[in-house]
């Protein structure tokens, strides 16, 4: 398995300003992801972070708005830039394992924009 | 895109009784993960599935791959409290390296 480290675990932040996200994993892991979860929803994927160059991003999800970087295997971050209300959600940190294709999730980061 | 049903949306149930929902997709899933999140907490896994028909148990857990591969099952015995939360799934498409999908979620409440 594989444990995943986020932070901050929350934070309250103003609009218009950018808060980036830390995940830490504890072992070497072949993909990173960064999730979004909105209030009462399921999980809906940003991008894979791919080490050295630059995020996959999904539709809907553009790297102005949340750029990533991946500098080592084990090591991400997410920034939420320029924020707005609408992006208070939950942002939760994952990693699949090379073997036995399972996907773990960090702690997840409770975002909230005033 | 491909997306995953959960049934049913939420459940009410007295402890001890036993727990059965499901996972369907219109497409052929190859990996079959079930989740489990606490409210402020990230999504726990609970048990993986990798082959059709597999049937796999973590304690009073047991999970199927459907035979079509279309769907999943999870089985939870003798409910506690604790069993509270939302339970996804997620499936991962025929293809490989193809991001996994995950479902709407089903949120269990246990009465004492």
Redesign the interface.
Known sequence: ?AV?S?KPSRDICQRGTSLTIQCQVDSQVTMM?WYRQQPG?????IA?ANQGSEATYESGFVIDKFPISRPNLTFSTLTVSNMSPEDSSIY?CSARTAT?????????T?LSVL | GQQLNQSPQSMFIQEGEDVSMNCTSSSIFNTWLWYKQDPGEGPVLLIALYKAGELTSNGRLTAQFGITRKDSFLNISASIPSDVGIYFCAGAPLNYGQNFVFGPGTRLSVLP
């Open positions: 398995s995943i986020q992801f929803q399921s999980l809906t994927l894979t939760l036995n294709e399972k996907l773990f999730f960090g702690s997840g409770q």
